[in-house]
């Protein structure tokens, strides 16, 4: 490539400001660009033109600065004259919507495997990570209500809840790629009750675990690649999902309870907690290693593996610094593939940007705030979000390795703060603000942002130094 020529997700800016700064520009053109080629994508999913084209408005309007986003408001914002053309995109037009996820899934992939490419990070892990969100509803007209355990709210409430899987690339980014309603069996064994919810005849009952395998089913069939598929205790105790990454040789490292068994050598049983009390008591077999970067430093862990009666699988203990709590991971590793605690650990770490995704998500796009009550328009606004979000994930991938220019971490608790700070990278968040904001003069949004990604930078080289301060202490009483 000519080395005169601007990169090809450059829009065409002419500015004396430095690279980083002059990147929050950039990423807005970039954005629009990328909106319009997952649109392009997503046209042969649609049968006509109109429901096509009002997709387009929607994913616009569902990543702008709406604060309430329900048919009406993103009617409006769209610019509609009243929302029937919203409600048919949602109801009764026709396009395929898991096709259409399919399509979000393919563009997420490549454009976070193209910016780890464009930076260098090639050998980056690939991981999938499957956690589930939820949404506190009132009444019982909504497909999937039931009163359940939700994790948004932290206790039994009323509400709905919907399996995700993300697709995350080790140092370069993440994006929701799948997604299943998880509805009650009940609501699908009585005909009434799923005639008023539109679900579909051919619904059958699935659990959490099972949901989780259809998804998984769809990415690799697609051809996506994953080292390792990571989730919480919910999907580590599912037996039918461990057997079923087995079967086709995937590796995962998959949260258990300390009541999950293992079977050590000799054919001897025992739960994980007592395998811990009984093999990990001495501190030799323990080793201080950080699970990955965080927004205020590393996150430092003491871990432990425990061989198994099978050389594939074992068993990663995850021990706090501070409190001593133990955590457990059920892990295997197929034949072919390099076997070693630090790849273990660092797929371990990567399960948490499903929690990040989950954040951008309900912050920026409001996925459950669509006001729909039927089976197909909950599916349908599911995908139009994560829509949205891929096209901002991939591009705050792209731009990331350029936008970047924080000052080094701290080395020791009393360093004094970097003279220039740099800037963080731009998120999710900031290329939506990007995309949305109307300021009342040019230039005024692009202050802003580079603004906020300053302090951002200087605000968290002060939590790294706290957190550093902390670990030296805790490094010394250990």
Not at 153 to 168: D, E, M, R, S
Not at 245 to 251: A, F, H, I, T, V
Not at 353 to 374: A, I, M, N, T, Y
Not at 437 to 454: S, V
Request: charged share 20%; net charge positive.
């Amino acid at each position: 490539m000519d080395k005169a020529q601007p990169p090809v997700d450059h829009a065409c800016v002419t500015t004396t400001k430095p690279k980083a700064a002059a990147a929050a520009r950039i990423g807005a053109a970039l954005a629009v660009r990328k909106r319009g080629e997952l649109l392009g994508l997503l046209r042969p999913c649609f049968s006509r033109v109109e429901p096509w084209l009002q997709a387009g408005k929607y994913v616009a309007a569902v990543a702008s600065d709406v604060p309430r986003r329900n048919g009406w408001t993103i009617a409006q914002r769209a610019g509609d004259r009243a929302p029937q053309r919203t409600q048919r995109l949602l109801g009764r037009a026709v396009w395929d919507t898991f096709a259409a996820m399919g399509v979000v899934r393919g563009f997420a992939v490549a454009g976070l495997e193209e910016a780890a490419r464009r930076s260098g990070r090639r050998r980056g892990l690939r991981v999938g990570a499957i956690d589930e969100t939820s949404q506190v509803k009132q009444g019982s007209a909504t497909a999937g209500v039931k009163r359940h355990y939700l994790g948004c709210v932290g206790k039994v409430a009323n509400g709905i809840t919907t399996v995700h899987l993300a697709y995350v690339r080790e140092r370069t980014g993440h994006a929701l790629i799948g997604a299943r309603p998880w509805i009650p069996a009940e609501q699908i064994d009585d005909p009434v009750t799923s005639l008023v919810m539109g679900l579909p005849d051919d619904l059958q009952f699935r659990t959490k675990g099972q949901l989780a395998i259809d998804i998984l089913t769809e990415t690799l069939t697609s051809g996506i690649t994953l080292d390792f598929v990571c989730g919480d205790e919910v999907y580590g105790a599912c037996t039918e999902l461990r057997e079923f990454l087995e079967k086709r040789g995937q590796g995962y490292v998959l949260r258990v309870p300390s009541t999950f068994r293992l079977t050590l050598a000799r054919g001897v049983t025992m739960t994980c907690a007592q395998a811990a009390t009984r093999l990990l008591a001495r501190s030799r077999r323990w080793e201080v290693r950080s699970a990955g970067a965080g927004s205020k430093g590393q996150r430092w862990y003491d871990w432990a593996l425990l061989a198994t009666a099978s050389p594939r699988h074992h068993v990663l203990v995850r021990r706090h610094l501070g409190s001593g709590q133990l955590a457990f991971h059920s892990c295997f590793v197929p034949e072919g593939q390099r076997l070693g605690m630090a790849r273990l650990i660092r797929a371990a770490g990567l399960r948490w940007p499903v929690e990040e995704d989950f954040e951008f998500g309900k912050d920026c796009f409001g996925p459950g705030q669509s006001q729909v009550r039927l089976y197909t328009a909950i599916a349908r606004h599911t995908v139009l979000v994560m829509a949205a979000l891929a096209i901002c994930a991939v591009t705050a991938a792209l731009l990331r390795h350029r936008t970047d220019t924080q000052a080094p971490a701290p080395v020791h608790p009393d360093q004094p703060p970097p003279a220039d700070p740099g800037m963080t990278p731009l998120t999710v968040p900031e290329i939506t603000r990007l995309l949305t904001t109307q300021p009342a003069r040019p230039g005024l949004a692009e202050h802003w942002a580079n603004w906020r990604r300053r302090h951002q930078a200087l605000a968290r080289w002060y939590h790294q130094r706290t957190r550093l301060a902390r670990d030296t202490t805790i490094a010394l009483v250990s």
